[in-house]
């Protein structure tokens, strides 16, 4: 796998933090950010979903409606 090109969102893992790639969103055509698998354990209407760091602003149910459909790693930190 080649870190610089993105890979099928059925290959993603769900045990870590990895950029995400929308094909449409409120905002523009093309959306990225940083996002992870959330279980939704605790739920009272369980639905594993991927949500990533503008939930807070978009609202769950637009994070729900629009999944992701590729996703990257992150970048390895920049040592001194």
Known sequence: M???EWQPIETAPKDQRII???ETCIFTNIFSACGKW???QYSNNPK????HDMEKILGVRETRGQQPIA???LPEAPTK
């Open 2 to 4: 080649n870190k610089n």
């Open 20 to 22: 995400l790639c929308y």
């Open 71 to 73: 996703w990257m790693p």
């Open 48 to 51: 594993p979903y991927w949500t």
């Open 38 to 40: 959330n279980d939704d």
